[in-house]
T-cell receptor, first 114, second 116 residues
């Protein structure tokens, strides 16, 4: 089941903050965040496994809610290099032992302008 | 982070020809690799799971006879698009999980296929 990402797109000026959300109707085993620049493959940002978990550093961080149905990616003091499309990839329970399959949201296009 | 390579980066071919794309894990072994397809401005759609030593698992709607997958070794998986048609033109990306348990997947740089 494809997770729902919001917003679809966001435009920021350098230094502004943004939050990207990823939600599922069912509890998830894990949430993975990736950033993809135009014409390139996705680059891994972070993975969250535990309910209530928060990780990352002060500029880019993410949280996973207690029910493990929603994750948010926080981008603070944005830089031009943050521009790209952000995808969350979710792994559900019951995918089968060792399956590791991820289902990706439709993406959030982030544009940072000077 | 772990490195996954893909070859070739770009392919332009005539309709009806077959194209082979290689995905290699350079510094780790991958018993499982994933093949995705991404159309412009769309999300990554999982096509199939490649399993070393056994048959690939295809997602619903993906023709196994058209997209042949061979996981020849613990570091190499290949995707062959047989009798390619213009509608097969897309960005094909492979990924591999690093750890034996659930964890981070690293993506290859992708292969852009254009079928004329």
């Amino acid at each position: 089941q494809q997770p729902v990402q919001s917003p679809q797109a966001v435009i920021l000026r350098e230094g502004e903050d943004a939050v990207i959300n990823c939600s599922s109707s069912k509890a998830l085993y894990s949430v993975h965040w990736y950033r993809q620049k135009h014409g390139e493959a996705p680059v891994f940002l972070m993975i969250l496994l535990k309910g209530g978990e928060q990780k990352g550093h002060e500029k880019i961080s993410a949280s996973f809610n207690e029910k493990k149905q929603q994750s948010s990616l926080y981008l603070t003091a944005s830089q031009l290099s943050y521009s790209g499309t952000y995808f969350c990839g979710t792994e559900g329970f019951g995918s089968g032992a060792g399956s590791y399959q991820l289902t990706f949201g439709k993406g959030t296009k982030l544009s940072v302008i000077p | 982070g772990a490195v996954v390579s893909q070859h070739p980066s770009w392919v332009i071919c005539k309709s009806g020809t077959s194209v082979k794309i290689e995905c290699r894990s350079l510094d780790f072994q991958a018993t499982t690799m994933f093949w995705y397809r991404q159309f412009p401005k769309q999300s990554l759609m999982l096509m199939a799971t490649s399993n070393e030593g056994s048959k690939a698992t295809y997602e619903q709607g993906v023709e196994k006879d058209k997209f042949l997958i061979n996981h020849a070794s613990l570091t190499l998986s290949t995707l062959t698009v047989t009798s390619a048609h213009p509608e097969d033109s897309s960005f094909y990306i492979c990924s591999a999980p690093v750890a034996s348990g659930r964890g981070t997947q690293y993506f290859g740089p992708g292969t852009r296929l254009l079928v004329l």
